[in-house]
């Protein structure tokens, strides 16, 4: 699983920090999102993420599989950016 950070202003240690703290956040949601929908056998490397700090949204990217996102679309929105995502910025 591969994070692309998206995010105005300076890459600064404070920036740097958000990012590393909202990845540790994020992670394993993603993952208990995923393994919800996804057999335990899925290269879950071929997973790509757009995080956009900013306005606090996570999105599945378009190197993501297209056979991956049809999978996991539903729902995704949901379980990722709904309240708890807002809590961790």
């Not at 950070?5 to 740097?16: E, I, L, R, T």
Request: net charge negative; with cysteine.
């Amino acid at each position: 699983m591969k994070f692309n950070w998206v995010f105005s202003g300076d890459d600064n240690p404070a920036m740097q920090r958000i990012c590393i703290d909202l990845e540790y956040s994020l992670r394993p949601r993603i993952m208990r999102f995923l393994l919800s929908r996804l057999d335990v056998d899925t290269d879950f490397s071929s997973f790509h993420f757009t995080v956009d700090v900013d306005n606090k949204r996570v999105y599945i990217a378009d190197k993501t599989p297209k056979e991956y996102t049809i999978q996991i679309l539903q729902g995704f929105d949901q379980a990722i950016n709904g309240s708890s995502f807002s809590s961790v910025a």
